[in-house]
């Protein structure tokens, strides 16, 4: 018959048990416990300045051709392209990418007309609009001494979120916008489980901070989500010869 284990001889045991384990799990107290070695950041290599393009964008104009674009009715984009810009042709409708995306980092320049005609105020001076996704307008305007209505000025979510400031140049000055776009997420049914989101910098300056956006743009009336997976940059043809270049996107 086996003799019962003592109590001490119990507690030597377990004792060394508790030391092994220790041994192999790393003490939660120590720096080391909350550094991540993996995954690694990709590496690319960044613009020389402000504007300039990283290694791992995607050009979608040059300053040379419309390769990458098409007019809404999908003919050739119309546009006319010079000195490195390209100009909303008025009639010429909106063009848009031939590429469709998800998530992404849009950096695009623009211009409102050098010459302002004094007859031109509010929404009819320097017109033009980004859309997301084809869906979602950021507003171009010549905002500056300017008046019109606030969420609808540049810089604006068209219809939806004013921004924070007004970081307008003056006509005929090119201007910068980078946009940070989250594309919204819909479940099985089509529901919205998440909305898309903005974060906005115009001329360095921040005017939209991760705001939600409502639904796809409307100007009359109130947005509603309908399900979809990506879309293209759309550029707006309002009448006014709004000018553009050095356009690069970056999927997220």
Not at 113 to 118: G, H, K
Not at 213 to 233: A, D, H, N, S
Request: charged content about 20%.
């Amino acid at each position: 018959m086996k003799k019962p284990i003592s109590s001490l001889c119990l507690l030597s045991l377990l004792g060394a048990y508790n030391t092994v384990q220790a041994q192999d799990q790393p003490d939660k107290k120590t720096p080391e416990s909350s550094e991540l070695w993996s995954p690694e950041p990709h590496i690319i290599t960044p613009g020389e300045k402000p504007g300039d393009m990283p290694s791992d964008a995607t050009v979608l104009f040059d300053g040379k051709s419309l390769d990458q674009w098409v007019s809404i009715d999908d003919t050739p984009a119309k546009w006319p392209v010079k000195e490195g810009a390209v100009t909303v042709l008025p009639g010429g409708k909106d063009i848009r990418t031939k590429k469709e995306f998800g998530d992404f980092q849009l950096h695009i320049e623009w211009r409102s007309p050098a010459t302002v005609d004094p007859k031109q105020t509010g929404q009819g001076r320097g017109n033009s609009g980004i859309f997301l996704q084809e869906r979602f307008e950021v507003q171009v305007l010549d905002s500056y001494n300017n008046k019109t209505y606030a969420n609808g000025q540049a810089g604006s979510i068209y219809k939806q979120h004013i921004p924070l400031v007004n970081a307008s140049r003056k006509p005929g000055e090119w201007q910068a916008y980078d946009i940070f776009f989250t594309a919204p997420r819909f479940n099985k049914e089509g529901r919205v489980i998440s909305p898309a989101y903005v974060t906005l910098i115009h001329n360095g300056v921040l005017t939209q901070n991760h705001v939600a956006l409502w639904g796809p743009t409307e100007y009359i009336g109130l947005p509603v989500y309908k399900p979809y997976e990506k879309g293209p940059i759309r550029l707006q043809d309002h009448g006014n010869a709004v000018s553009f270049r050095n356009i690069w996107i970056r999927d997220l």
